[in-house]
């Protein structure tokens, strides 16, 4: 049985730090490609960013590239979100999720569908 479980968030100041991570078992880690989503109250899910399963490339939406990056330990597997120079626009519920094998981040990488397992997330809290 697939489980993804975020952990990391919290209570920040605007212009903090803050490191999410992600932990996957029950599957192959290195044979999936990982993403973070969030969504705020009253918004839509939005993509943040997405690590393809061979390690070669990261994609970062608009609104926090420069900010915000992601990399992978593949003995712990687990994903990782490092959050620098925070907003009160980054406020929102963080999640993890993870595609079937194989399948790579590509141009539709920010949309749901892609994606096979979720995890519950982990509440970031920016405040001003």
């Known amino acids: 049985q697939v489980q993804v479980v975020e952990s990391g968030g919290g209570l920040v100041q605007a212009g903090g730090s803050l490191r999410l991570s992600c932990t996957a078992s029950?599957?192959?880690?290195?044979?999936?490609?990982m993403a973070w989503f969030r969504q705020a109250p009253g918004k839509e899910r939005e993509g943040v960013s997405c690590?393809?399963?061979?390690?070669?490339?990261?994609y970062y939406a608009d609104s926090v590239k420069g900010r915000f990056s992601t990399s992978r330990d593949t003995p712990k597997n687990t994903l990782y979100l490092q959050m620098n120079s925070l907003k009160p626009e980054d406020t929102a519920m963080y999640y993890c999720?993870?595609?079937?094998?194989?399948?790579?981040?590509?141009?539709?990488?920010?949309?749901?569908?892609?994606?096979?397992?979720w995890g519950q997330g982990t509440q970031v809290t920016v405040s001003s």
């Open positions: 999720a993870a595609t079937t094998p194989y399948v790579s981040c590509s141009g539709s990488w920010s949309r749901g569908g892609l994606y096979e397992y």
């Open positions: 029950g599957l192959t880690f290195v044979r999936h490609t």
């Open positions: 690590f393809s399963w061979s390690g070669g490339s990261a």
